[in-house]
């Protein structure tokens, strides 16, 4: 028998999908203090869209070739030089940026999280960008309590989604912003849906305690708008921004002023969350988070949605259909 191939989705030039291209790479070696897995699930996510386009800040250093994947869940096959704590056959998950859109890669296993036996590899994969952001954005940027009244902007969106499920499950009252054919999925995650199109600062009179914005419209004034006075608005993307900007400049130029608005908000608190600065900031946080999150879906108390099941030949339609405004695939 030959030697397995390691098949990777790289981008071959920055732009549209027509520059993923799915190649053969060598299989990594596990140097010191890391594992190599064999990939048993690996996401793909609008934010690969914005690493596809070249205007994600923490991967602008990157020059293609380079392999796409922001997260992994895989198998240990090999073991590094002074790896005590895992074995062989071990599940483990960790999020990766890049890199993981791939059927071997290595990882560090003071970064990976066990993953518990029987749960299924695409729904613990769904939750380690996704869910996690959602979960530290109600519990570590928010602190939010129950009951609180809550607005959540691109609710059918994955990380929409889980704020719903899990700030439904904290008891939360939840509202979400969405296209009007996703209402039944709101409203079935706990939310009260709200059309897209429709002025969501007149809504709730007197205002919401928390907006969560991952769009960025309008420089979130009326996201800020929508809070009452002492209310709590977390931005954490900038998917209007990205589909406004061809360049990081114009990205930059945009997040400038939603922090000018975050500035002038007379009075309204505004906490800007990135996951990878949260993860820099507090790593014992991001596992714990994230471990917590396998521990609901293993129970089944949380169920995260796959849009679709698709091969690495699948992916670049995948792009399309995400830039489109489809849902979030998984590999398997």
Not at 85 to 94: K, N, Q, S, T
């Amino acid at each position: 028998m030959g030697e397995p191939s390691n098949r990777v989705v790289q981008v071959r030039c920055f732009g549209g999908p027509e520059g993923l291209e799915v190649v053969d790479a060598r299989i990594p070696m596990a140097g010191r203090g890391e594992v190599r897995v064999r990939v048993l699930a690996s996401s793909v996510v609008y934010t690969d869209v914005v690493i596809r386009r070249h205007l994600y800040p923490q991967t602008i250093s990157l020059r293609p070739p380079f392999v796409l994947g922001y997260d992994v869940v895989g198998e240990i096959d090999q073991l590094g030089q002074d790896v005590t704590d895992f074995e062989l056959g071990d599940r483990v998950a960790d999020m990766t940026v890049v890199g993981s859109n791939a059927a071997y890669r290595t990882l560090r296993v003071d970064q990976v999280t066990l993953v518990p036996p029987g749960v299924d590899a695409a729904e613990a994969a769904a939750l380690i960008l996704s869910w996690t952001t959602a979960y530290q954005l109600l519990h570590r940027a928010a602190h939010v309590k129950q009951g609180q009244r809550v607005l959540v902007h691109g609710a059918a969106g994955a990380v929409g989604q889980a704020l719903l499920t899990l700030g439904s499950i904290s008891g939360l009252d939840l509202w979400g912003t969405a296209r009007s054919d996703h209402a039944a999925l709101v409203r079935k995650l706990g939310g009260t849906p709200i059309d897209q199109r429709e002025d969501f600062t007149k809504v709730l009179p007197g205002g919401f305690d928390v907006v969560f914005d991952g769009i960025g419209e309008d420089g979130c004034r009326r996201s800020l708008a929508a809070l009452k006075r002492s209310g709590l608005l977390c931005a954490y993307g900038y998917t209007a921004g990205v589909q406004a900007h061809r360049s990081l400049l114009g990205i930059l130029t945009w997040t400038a002023r939603l922090y000018l608005s975050a500035w002038l908000s007379g009075g309204r608190r505004v906490y800007f969350y990135s996951i990878n600065l949260m993860r820099a900031r507090h790593p014992a946080w991001f596992r714990e988070d994230l471990d917590r999150l396998f521990e609901m879906l293993a129970t089944r108390v949380i169920q995260p949605r796959i849009a679709e099941r698709i091969s690495f030949a699948e992916v670049a339609e995948a792009h399309r259909r995400l830039e489109a405004g489809g849902l979030g695939s998984g590999l398997n």
